[in-house]
């Protein structure tokens, strides 16, 4: 399974854009990347997705690198609910199950 | 859209006596669930994958006679720990999938905290 590779923390100040960035080295080149996040006792909420060109939604944007080897998850504006911890997860399949394997995350702390 | 509950939100329980959760999607059909546990400070574990219809597909380690996975329908998943003791005590999340393919999203459920007594 190929694996992700975050910082264990990062801070930002409100009001103020977060690039969240992820290495993916073994990356195959049918594994989407996925962007989860998690509050404190809830599930994982899903932020975005994507293959290769960049993406954009109402919650964030991805960037994707040309060699797909590393993404960056940008919030454009951090407020205090975008505390959590954010998890990068590549999508491959083991025997034709696509699963998602957790790494540690990135735990981001906003400063008002 | 896309929505995934569990029931019960927590539950304590006096070990060994079983437990079950449920997880369903609310607002879609979910062929495939997958069953999660989640330590303190850690990150999520798959435990297994389970598809509508047939046997749950465990992940190393994960004891299936312990862990009872039960998908009968397209939007209801249940797992039962078995005798539980206090070291299964955690917090258990489900999600659900329309398909399994490697752009589909997985949906996340609110998470079930199990505290074994």
């Known amino acids: 399974d190929a694996k992700t590779t975050q910082p264990n923390s990062m801070e930002s100040n409100e009001e103020e854009p977060v690039h969240l960035p992820c290495n993916h080295s073994?990356?195959?080149?049918?594994?989407?990347i996925h962007w989860y996040r998690q509050l404190p006792s809830q599930g994982p909420e899903y932020v975005i997705h994507g293959l290769t060109s960049n993406v954009n939604n109402r919650m964030a944007s991805l960037a994707i690198a040309e060699d797909r080897k590393s993404s960056t998850l940008i919030l454009h504006r951090a407020t205090l609910r975008d505390a959590a911890v954010y998890y990068c997860i590549l999508s491959g399949s083991t025997s034709g199950t696509y699963k998602y394997i957790f790494g540690t995350g990135t735990r981001l702390k906003v400063l008002a | 859209g896309a929505v995934v509950s569990q029931h019960p939100s927590w539950v304590i329980c006096k070990s060994g006596t079983s437990v079950k959760i449920e997880c369903r999607s609310l607002d879609f059909q979910a062929t495939t669930m997958f069953w999660y546990r989640q330590f303190p400070k850690q990150s999520l574990m798959l435990m297994a994958t389970s598809n509508e219809g047939s046997k749950a597909t465990y992940e190393q380690g994960v004891e299936k006679d312990k862990f009872l996975i039960n998908h009968a329908s397209l939007t209801l998943s249940t797992l039962t720990v078995t005798s539980a003791h206090p070291e299964d005590s955690s917090f258990y999340i489900c999600?659900?999938?329309?398909?399994?393919?490697?752009?589909?999203?997985?949906?996340f459920g609110p998470g079930t905290r199990l505290t074994v007594l």
């Open positions: 999600s659900a999938t329309t398909r399994v393919t490697s752009t589909d999203t997985q949906y």
């Open positions: 073994t990356i195959s080149g049918t594994d989407y």
